[in-house]
């Protein structure tokens, strides 16, 4: 594993544990060359996810990229960020499981909807205005309402 500090190529595992879910091995690693220490995820990958945009343009499926766009929906809530992480954790396996190996943008975007619609409201929401491109605070006053009624 390269040193992401100094780009050494010869770095040690000091320590290796599963993570709480068990869905990923935690390891500590040590840099002689700079003497730094960093940590390092090993995640099984079932398959290699394409993400088909709206467009029709293809991408690799980026688990970093949903994991950012959630914590962003969920900044400044009281959401532990182990929840977070085990939410991108079941989105990714729903996706592997799917048996489909190009998943549509709009699957992905529908699954991190439900996910925080029974997670937080607030976050709800955020993701909601720019999943569903809200262009002006009446689109905002008009999906609040939705959320009164009896589905979000």
Avoid: W
């Amino acid at each position: 594993m390269r040193c992401p500090f100094c780009g050494n190529m010869d770095t040690q595992v000091k320590d290796s544990r599963p993570t709480e879910d068990g869905a990923a091995i935690r390891r500590r690693r040590f840099c002689p060359g700079c003497q730094s220490r960093f940590t390092t995820f090993e995640r099984v990958q079932l398959r290699d996810l394409v993400i088909v945009k709206k467009n029709g343009q293809r991408a690799p499926f980026d688990r970093d990229k949903l994991a950012r766009s959630i914590q962003i929906a969920c900044r400044k809530r009281p959401i532990d960020s182990d929840r977070i992480e085990r939410m991108v954790n079941a989105i990714q396996r729903r996706l592997e499981s799917s048996g489909e190996t190009e998943i549509p943008s709009h699957t992905v975007g529908e699954m991190v909807m439900d996910a925080l619609s029974t997670l937080d409201p607030v976050a709800y929401v955020r993701f909601a205005s720019v999943y569903r491109n809200f262009r002006e605070a009446k689109d905002f006053e008009n999906f609040v309402e939705k959320l009164g009624g009896d589905e979000p």
